[in-house]
């Protein structure tokens, strides 16, 4: 039991690493875990490991690599916990993210979809956890070139966002920016191309301040 505890720590250690960029001191405490989950067979402890390096080389730019621990992560909690939970959800989403940046756009709404079904049968329809993979289902058909229903899901993200979190939110700026983009792209109403990436500017300003780097890439949106 002590050196399962021990194993979460070093778990919860690289979790920090990974937040500041630290990925070699990331990758040393996922090495110290994974021995100890192994030892002692702890399979659920492993599928974490794997998951954690998965985000350590997506990070670091390794995407075939990250595919393969991230595989290896969704195959041992389907095994354990089944296909229909929220722990699962997260891996799917994040196998989503993944396949959208790697170009297999078809995967990555199939997983988007998923997402949405488990997330919205277990948490209800209007949670932010849902709108978050409305996002990813909106962004992958974006690079699809496939925008009949792109408005539609950026729209019920928000809507659910603003509901949850008021009206000032790194989310909502997020959809902002995505759908001054949208905008920019499908519709070419540069009207809407300037209010949308305005208000995510005005947004990240309230947010972060002036020295940040979404106020760099929102006044780049708008040259």
Do not use: C
């Amino acid at each position: 039991m002590y050196r399962n505890s021990l194993a979460n720590n070093y778990l919860n250690l690289s979790a920090v690493y990974l937040t500041i960029n630290n990925y070699a001191e990331a990758n040393f405490y996922l090495q110290l875990a994974e021995a100890i989950f192994k030892e002692y067979d702890d399979t659920l402890g492993l599928a974490d490991v794997y998951n954690k390096h998965a985000i350590r080389l997506y990070d670091e730019g390794e995407l075939n690599k990250a595919e393969e621990m991230l595989t290896e992560s969704i195959s041992l909690k389907q095994e354990l916990l089944g296909d229909n939970n929220l722990r699962i959800a997260s891996e799917y989403i994040s196998y989503a993210i993944l396949m959208g940046d790697l170009g297999r756009f078809k995967e990555a709404v199939e997983y988007a979809e998923k997402v949405i079904a488990i997330r919205s049968r277990i948490l209800g329809e209007n949670h932010p956890a849902v709108a978050d993979a409305y996002q990813v289902y909106a962004s992958t058909k974006m690079k699809m070139g496939e925008y009949d229903s792109v408005l539609s899901y950026y729209e019920k993200a928000l809507d659910i966002f603003i509901r949850f979190y008021g009206n000032i939110h790194p989310e909502i700026a997020s959809i902002y920016n995505n759908l001054g983009y949208y905008n920019n792209v499908v519709t070419s109403d540069f009207h809407k191309v300037k209010e949308y990436y305005s208000m995510a500017l005005e947004m990240n300003r309230q947010l972060y301040g002036e020295h940040h780097s979404s106020i760099a890439n929102s006044l780049n949106n708008l040259a």
